[in-house]
């Protein structure tokens, strides 16, 4: 009897390992089939940001180049979806850096942030597409409570990361450094050039993730600029829309139940919530009687031809 159950054993061990061969052998051409068409992007021999031409012509700055390029080019599902969303989201943002004098390439310190998601949340307590931490956010103008997060209002948020942006470069006059104290707060950074004796930041030792977030920075906006060299294809239909506000109401007192104000509205809370991620409950307090505009969206467009979708940018439907 033993014998017949160690014949099975070894009988069922061995149809075992053949459907785990079977199922490696079809993993594997899976992978080969979504690996990106090139498989290694060069590194440039300069790169410019903001009107600053960064020059790698050195080893260690070639290094930390390579290696980003490479993440952004292995992390599909990522790199996927920061495209599609900043279809949705550069049309809202570029104005408001053109508007308060902050070059357009500092969108992409948004887009390494967040990943272009606007209700992300990090495990360091930092929210919103700029990932502010409350204490910064308040800073620079934000209101952060249990009621009321502007963290998660596209225009507020990007308005104060504006005012930070410009801040921190009348300190440092120079983007790299301005990225890298976004990163690591200007405190930090005043610390190390004063320690190090440097005035940029390429030029200093930094902690791992602020010495590589310059570099993210600078290969996010290669991809954006040609995301076909990393392996990507989008089409027309693939991108999501700016989904258009049909108005905006004024508010200046307390909302008690906002599932009946959306409803008034002739939209759904979950409609309002969506378009108005900075109300965090459904009410509104407004003790103090500020004045709030609340975004009412078009939920007809909602409805969309993704064949007909806007595409911001050609280069990442060509």
């Known amino acids: 009897m033993s014998e017949l159950l160690l014949f099975c054993f070894m009988k069922a061990k061995s149809v075992i390992l053949a459907v785990l061969f079977i199922i ?21 021999n300069e790169v410019v940001f903001a009107d600053q031409v960064i020059t790698l012509d050195r080893a260690d700055l070639r ?39 902050v070059p357009d390439d500092l969108k992409y310190l948004m887009v390494i942030e967040s990943n272009l ?13 700029w990932q502010f931490t409350q204490a910064t956010g308040r800073a620079y103008g934000l209101e952060v409570n249990a009621n009321i997060d502007e963290r998660f209002n ?34 930090g950074m005043d610390r190390r050039i004063e320690a190090q004796h440097q005035t940029d930041a390429l030029n200093m030792w930094l902690v791992d993730e602020t010495s590589r977030y310059m570099f993210r920075l600078l290969a ?6 040609d995301p076909s060299k990393f392996g990507f294809r989008f089409k027309r239909e693939d991108l999501y829309p700016y989904i258009p506000i049909k108005e905006q109401i004024k508010i200046t007192e307390p909302v008690d139940d906002l599932v009946a104000f959306a409803e008034k509205h002739n939209i759904s809370y979950a409609d309002l919530k ?30 969309y031809d993704p064949s007909q979708t806007k595409v911001h940018s050609q280069a990442w439907v060509k």
């Open 154 to 187: 596209t225009v507020k948020a990007t308005e104060a990361a504006c005012r930070f942006l410009k801040e921190a470069y009348e300190k440092y006059g120079d983007w790299m450094t301005v990225a890298a104290s976004y990163n690591g707060g200007q405190q």
């Open 24 to 44: 490696q052998g079809v993993n594997l051409k899976i992978s080969a089939q979504t690996a990106p068409v090139n498989s290694v992007i060069a590194v440039p």
């Open 220 to 225: 996010v906006k290669m991809m954006f600029e």
């Open 63 to 101: 290094e930390r180049m390579d290696r980003e390029l490479i993440a952004f080019t292995y992390t599909h599902s990522t790199s996927t979806l920061m495209i599609k969303r900043a279809n949705k989201f550069f049309p809202q943002i570029e104005p408001i850096l053109k508007r308060m004098g």
């Open 117 to 129: 998601d606007p209700q992300a949340q990090s495990s360091a307590g930092a929210a919103g597409l």
């Open 274 to 303: 969506r378009a108005n991620l900075w109300l965090r409950e459904s009410k509104l307090n407004n003790k103090s009687h500020r004045t709030y505009y609340i975004d009412i969206p078009d939920v007809n467009a909602q409805y």
